[in-house]
């Protein structure tokens, strides 16, 4: 049995997995899908909880207090897009705890890098101009998409009981989680397994090429920035692979 830890991404929560969790569960495996901090079913903390302290770190820690409160080894941690942060960071501090790093559609920085620092390859430089706006505002929050074309443009989610099942859900992102660089200094990290998954409507072909270029798998998905929502069978399956391996 293998332990899944998937982690969401900006403006997502644990629910975003309502599709793949099952799956992986079905074929014998623990599955946890968390919301982070502010987001998912846990939006209603960001009401509470100072926007100075709502950030990176605090992401981090999340994740990181789920391994050590259920004692949890050799696991599998996912993380899509911005988690691609989030799981670099977790495996700085807690190494001993992680069999695998899986990158979907995520960013994967180099040490002292934001989440920030990633967008321009992936999103373009309006995208880029606008979240740098909300940080040099201070603005505590960056605004989710609201409409079902948003989403559609964005992130390729374009089935109508799809779409009507995300939009209610996606909640404002902490903008100081984008402006956090991750610090990466670990070997027992650094030699941790790798992979990434590649969707072909998701702008992510430069992290891709990055990752193959360091030796870790790349895995395709034929759909877009969703694979969870849209294609979760395929991802599944991958996951599925990716764990087999290390179990051999």
Same mark, same amino acid.
């Given at each position: 049995?293998?332990?899944? %830890? !998937? +982690?969401?991404? $900006?403006?997502? *929560? ?13 074929? =014998? ?46 696991? %599998? !941690? +996912?993380?899509? $897009?911005?988690? *691609? ?13 992680? =069999?695998?790093?899986?990158y979907v559609n995520g960013v994967a920085p180099d040490n002292g890098e934001a989440m920030i620092d990633q967008l321009s390859a992936v999103r373009g ?26 989403? $559609? ?25 984008f402006a956090q660089p991750v610090r990466t200094a670990k070997p027992e990290a650094a030699s941790l397994p790798r992979e990434f998954i590649l969707c ?49």
């Amino acid at each position: 049995m293998t332990t899944f %830890v !998937l +982690v969401h991404g $900006a403006w997502h *929560g644990g629910w975003c997995w309502w599709k793949t969790a099952p799956l992986l569960r079905d074929a =014998g495996h623990l599955v946890h899908a968390p919301s982070l901090t502010g987001l998912g079913d846990r939006e209603h903390l960001a009401r509470l909880i100072p926007p100075a302290v709502l950030n990176l770190d605090l992401h981090i820690r999340d994740i990181v207090q789920l391994l050590d409160s259920d004692d949890l080894s050799n696991v %599998v !941690l +996912v993380g899509h $897009a911005y988690a *691609g942060m989030v799981i670099t960071g977790v495996a700085e501090l807690r190494p001993e705890r992680v =069999g695998a790093l899986v990158y979907v559609n995520g960013v994967a920085p180099d040490n002292g890098e934001a989440m920030i620092d990633q967008l321009s390859a992936v999103r373009g430089p309006e995208f880029v101009a606008r979240i740098q706006q909300y940080i040099a505002d201070g603005e505590p929050y960056m605004a989710q998409p609201t409409t079902a074309s948003e989403i $559609a443009a964005r992130w390729a989610i374009t089935d109508p009981d799809d779409q009507a099942f995300v939009l209610p859900r996606l909640s404002p992102q902490p903008t100081l989680t984008f402006a956090q660089p991750v610090r990466t200094a670990k070997p027992e990290a650094a030699s941790l397994p790798r992979e990434f998954i590649l969707c072909s409507e998701s702008g992510f072909e430069p992290v891709a090429e990055r990752a193959a270029a360091n030796g870790w798998g790349v895995h395709h998905i034929d759909t877009g920035h969703d694979p969870m929502i849209t294609e979760p069978a395929q991802l599944a399956q991958i996951l599925l692979g990716i764990a087999s391996s290390l179990s051999a």
